[in-house]
């Protein structure tokens, strides 16, 4: 499954900008919660196609679910970074699950909790049999993080599928905008032959919401859950 949406992503709407405008984007008819939990054994049945969004705390997280679902508030947004502490699942269209993940390197928690919060990540992402790809978000007015940098070399070392999401793109004008992705793939490219998935968005200006839902129901649909479900 993993060689499946990698081969996708080679493909995708990075080399392919105007992708979006020649397909039609997936309508969004009903986002809904479903639960939130602390364990991976607590999440739903793995019956259903799943895409999970994490990133370092304050990166604009929920308000990029929410604008991608077109819900003001399905995702609850903060002032106060590292809010969220759990995995929380969102149905969508009652066909698949868009996942919340709790934000890393949030440093205004205890160390014991912050080793909860890694454990319960990188098992979930490990060993949930849906999980079909993880959206690692940054922000995109940052020079490259050693923590997001250590974090796709993880995913790419247990080969996890996963795309690179850039967040608040509205906040730079776009010299410094290029300039700062140009530095974060010469960066992954001193480790990696090609880059995975590469998106522009941003929650206020309402940027990359085509792409990235194209690229969603582009990989949902060419994925059965027949694929990763036991049989009883």
């Known amino acids: ?25 997936m ?5 809904d919660f479903v639960k939130s939990s602390a364990i991976i054994e607590e999440c739903p049945k793995p019956t259903k196609n799943e895409f999970a969004f994490i990133g370092r705390s304050n ?10 679902v077109q819900r003001k508030d399905l995702a609850k947004t903060s002032g106060r970074p590292g809010k969220t502490q759990l995995i929380n699942h969102f149905e969508i269209n009652e066909d698949w699950y868009l996942v919340d993940l709790p ?22 992402i490990k060993e949930r ?13 940052h020079d490259p993080q050693k923590i997001d940098l250590e974090f796709m070399e993880w995913c790419g070392m247990e080969g996890i599928p996963f795309s690179i999401v850039f967040t608040k793109i509205d906040k730079l004008g776009s010299s410094s905008l290029m ?12 480790q990696w032959e090609a880059l995975p998935p590469v998106f522009m968005t941003s929650a206020e200006g309402r940027t990359g919401r085509e792409e990235l839902l194209l690229y969603i129901d582009t990989v949902h649909q060419s994925i059965s ?5 036991k049989d009883k």
Do not use: W
Not at 27 to 31: E, V
Not at 130 to 140: A, Y
């Open 129 to 141: 049999p849906n999980l079909i790809n993880t959206f690692v978000l940054v922000d995109c007015r």
């Open 27 to 31: 309508k969004i008819t009903s986002a």
């Open 225 to 229: 859950p027949s694929m990763y479900i």
């Open 179 to 190: 300039k700062q992705i140009a530095q974060y793939k010469k960066k992954l490219l001193l």
């Open 59 to 68: 990166v604009g997280k929920s308000s990029l679910i929410n604008m991608l």
């Open 1 to 25: 499954m993993n060689n499946i949406v990698h081969n996708l992503g080679s493909n995708g709407p990075e080399k392919c900008p105007n992708f979006a405008s020649i397909l039609r984007t």
């Open 103 to 124: 934000g890393y390197g949030y440093a205004k928690t205890s160390k014991k909790n912050r080793a909860v919060f890694q454990r319960m990540i990188t098992t979930y």
